[in-house]
């Protein structure tokens, strides 16, 4: 199966408006908790440190006028013996000597010593040997000697805070993590399963040769929401069928017509070839020549029908001309025909241009055709008319466009109000008159007229008596 270039992915869609979403709510609940998870673990591990200094406050002591720290090992194995952080101190007595503690936190604690304290204690982040600590500075009056203190810088690396931190945020952040695989995996199947009576259409339609024009429905039940898609196949292969029985019709129409003048025009030659003079051979001749010519007429016409069907690349709307001179041309080339038949034919073109865009040769056709049926259809001694005029007022107005009207009258036998729009047939012939003819006349008409974007119309002259062919084309450019 080919893919079609550029075409989207359902399942692609699908997971980018659903996991996009999901994603950045998670980042941003992450980011919360861990903001929430860092103060928490502050205020516990801070008031720990500060209980810690407390404690090593409670050690000092007045000897001999000297501030001292007295912190046997036990003490000291409190904060020494911690099996995940480190821990530093260092105590200053009220003139700023040291009294006792670790020397690696002293260039710490020196760049701390001009740092303002509010209330007893303060707490920073700076660094010991390169390892990240949390440091509590608190001043302190010796226990009992109220005006002798102290300042104790107690530091512990942070390990046990960073490791509480990554437990909260992992207990929210991996349910969100798992959240979204499943949501993946369920788009990624989902989409799966539920494209899977897609399949079954799809084979339903590979399966069929090009003769099976049956409606998909009949063969498979869709699900609803495929079902317009599958409604507008059916409508297309519905609308195919038509045309395929139209154009199967047509031609079995098109060899029945061609085979019955061309069995007579070899009667005919066959006649010729027995005849036994020159008289008789002149004769049959002439009803060959005759034959010819409904043979040559035909084969026309059907050429037309092939040329003017929508899907063929051969007419083309090509240019913009006046109607006046195409229709004046054609009414006189018919002019003959018509003294023949002692018909009184007249053109009645209008003052302004009347010009459209189309093919020129084709509306000639269209002319000749209306013409020559009126001229046929007509007794001898009648009158036809052919007349042009651009409408300026025409209710049907649409797209601001003016329309131009194109009259053909005649005052023959019309056309019973009920065949009028059968006429427009494919070899549709009203019965009843001896005219010769092959009835494709009205139907090359009426594809020239839908390929020029026009209408036609039949109508029964004044006083209900002969025939009026309208065709109403737009007009090239609005005026
Ligand atoms: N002006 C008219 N007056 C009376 N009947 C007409 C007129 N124009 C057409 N018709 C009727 O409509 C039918 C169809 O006309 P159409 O031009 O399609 O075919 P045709 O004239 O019979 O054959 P051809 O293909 O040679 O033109 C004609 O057979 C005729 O009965
Ligand atoms: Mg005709």
């Given at each position: 199966m080919k893919k079609q270039k550029g075409a989207d992915s359902?399942?692609?869609?699908?997971?980018?408006?659903?996991?996009?979403?999901?994603?950045?709510?998670?980042?941003?609940?992450?980011?919360?908790?861990?903001?929430?998870?860092?103060?928490?673990?502050?205020?516990?591990?801070?008031?720990?440190?500060?209980?810690?200094?407390?404690?090593?406050?409670?050690?000092?002591?007045?000897?001999?006028?000297?501030?001292?720290?007295?912190?046997?090992?036990?003490?000291?194995?409190?904060?020494?013996?911690?099996?995940?952080?480190?821990?530093?101190?260092?105590v200053f007595d009220d003139l700023g000597r040291l009294i006792g503690g670790d020397s690696e936190i002293l260039p710490t604690v020196d760049r701390l010593h001009g740092q303002r304290i509010n209330g007893d204690s303060r707490f920073f982040n700076r660094e010991v040997n390169k390892t990240n600590v949390r440091i509590v500075c608190m001043r302190t009056a010796v226990p009992g000697q109220n005006n002798r203190n102290a300042t104790i810088y107690l530091a512990e690396t942070v390990l046990k805070r960073q490791g509480l931190i990554n437990e909260i945020l992992g207990a929210v952040v991996l349910p969100q993590l798992c959240l979204i695989s499943l949501a993946t995996l369920a788009v990624w199947f989902g989409v799966a399963r539920g494209l899977a009576p897609l399949e079954g259409v799809r084979q339903a339609i590979a399966r069929r040769t090009q003769w099976d024009l049956r409606p998909v429905t009949e063969v498979v039940r869709a699900p609803i929401e495929i079902q317009p898609l599958v409604s507008a196949i059916d409508d297309l292969l519905r609308r195919l069928n038509e045309d395929i029985e139209s154009q199967h019709r047509?031609?079995?129409?098109?060899?029945?017509?061609?085979?019955?003048?061309?069995?007579?025009?070899?009667?005919?030659?066959?006649?010729?070839?027995?005849?036994?003079?020159?008289?008789?051979?002149?004769?049959?001749?002439?009803?060959?020549?005759?034959?010819?010519?409904?043979?040559?007429?035909?084969?026309?016409?059907?050429?037309?029908?092939?040329?003017?069907?929508?899907?063929?690349?051969?007419?083309?709307?090509?240019?913009?001309?006046?109607?006046?001179?195409?229709?004046?041309e054609a009414t006189s080339d018919l002019v003959p025909s018509a003294v023949n038949k002692n018909i009184?034919?007249?053109?009645?073109?209008?003052?302004?241009?009347?010009?459209?865009?189309?093919?020129?040769?084709?509306?000639?056709?269209?002319?000749?055709?209306?013409?020559?049926?009126?001229?046929?259809?007509?007794?001898?001694?009648?009158?036809?008319?052919?007349?042009?005029?651009?409408?300026?007022?025409?209710?049907?107005?649409?797209?601001?466009?003016?329309?131009?009207?194109?009259?053909?009258?005649?005052?023959?036998?019309?056309?019973?109000?009920?065949?009028?729009?059968?006429?427009?047939?494919?070899?549709?012939?009203?019965?009843?008159?001896?005219?010769?003819?092959?009835?494709?006349?009205?139907?090359?008409?009426?594809?020239?007229?839908q390929a020029h974007d026009a209408k036609i119309w039949i109508d029964c002259g004044e006083a209900g008596k002969g025939t009026v062919a309208s065709v109403r084309f737009p007009a090239s450019s609005a005026k």
């Amino acid at each position: 199966m080919k893919k079609q270039k550029g075409a989207d992915s359902i399942r692609k869609q699908l997971l980018r408006w659903l996991l996009i979403p999901i994603a950045s709510l998670c980042l941003v609940s992450a980011i919360i908790s861990y903001i929430i998870a860092i103060n928490i673990t502050t205020e516990a591990y801070d008031a720990a440190l500060l209980e810690g200094a407390r404690e090593l406050a409670n050690r000092l002591q007045v000897n001999h006028g000297q501030i001292v720290l007295d912190l046997p090992p036990s003490a000291l194995a409190i904060f020494k013996e911690d099996k995940v952080d480190k821990y530093y101190y260092v105590v200053f007595d009220d003139l700023g000597r040291l009294i006792g503690g670790d020397s690696e936190i002293l260039p710490t604690v020196d760049r701390l010593h001009g740092q303002r304290i509010n209330g007893d204690s303060r707490f920073f982040n700076r660094e010991v040997n390169k390892t990240n600590v949390r440091i509590v500075c608190m001043r302190t009056a010796v226990p009992g000697q109220n005006n002798r203190n102290a300042t104790i810088y107690l530091a512990e690396t942070v390990l046990k805070r960073q490791g509480l931190i990554n437990e909260i945020l992992g207990a929210v952040v991996l349910p969100q993590l798992c959240l979204i695989s499943l949501a993946t995996l369920a788009v990624w199947f989902g989409v799966a399963r539920g494209l899977a009576p897609l399949e079954g259409v799809r084979q339903a339609i590979a399966r069929r040769t090009q003769w099976d024009l049956r409606p998909v429905t009949e063969v498979v039940r869709a699900p609803i929401e495929i079902q317009p898609l599958v409604s507008a196949i059916d409508d297309l292969l519905r609308r195919l069928n038509e045309d395929i029985e139209s154009q199967h019709r047509f031609v079995a129409n098109a060899a029945h017509q061609l085979r019955t003048p061309l069995a007579g025009l070899k009667t005919q030659i066959e006649l010729a070839q027995r005849a036994d003079n020159k008289a008789e051979l002149s004769n049959f001749l002439k009803q060959v020549n005759h034959s010819v010519d409904n043979v040559t007429r035909l084969v026309n016409q059907l050429l037309s029908l092939a040329k003017l069907e929508p899907a063929s690349a051969w007419f083309v709307p090509q240019s913009e001309f006046d109607l006046n001179q195409v229709i004046k041309e054609a009414t006189s080339d018919l002019v003959p025909s018509a003294v023949n038949k002692n018909i009184d034919l007249g053109f009645e073109g209008c003052n302004e241009p009347a010009i459209i865009k189309g093919d020129v040769s084709s509306i000639r056709e269209l002319v000749t055709n209306l013409i020559d049926n009126a001229i046929r259809y007509t007794q001898p001694g009648g009158k036809v008319t052919v007349k042009l005029a651009v409408n300026n007022n025409a209710e049907d107005l649409s797209r601001n466009q003016h329309v131009i009207d194109l009259l053909v009258e005649d005052d023959g036998p019309g056309i019973p109000a009920a065949e009028r729009e059968k006429v427009f047939e494919r070899f549709y012939r009203v019965l009843g008159n001896n005219v010769p003819g092959s009835g494709l006349g009205l139907a090359i008409v009426k594809e020239i007229v839908q390929a020029h974007d026009a209408k036609i119309w039949i109508d029964c002259g004044e006083a209900g008596k002969g025939t009026v062919a309208s065709v109403r084309f737009p007009a090239s450019s609005a005026k």
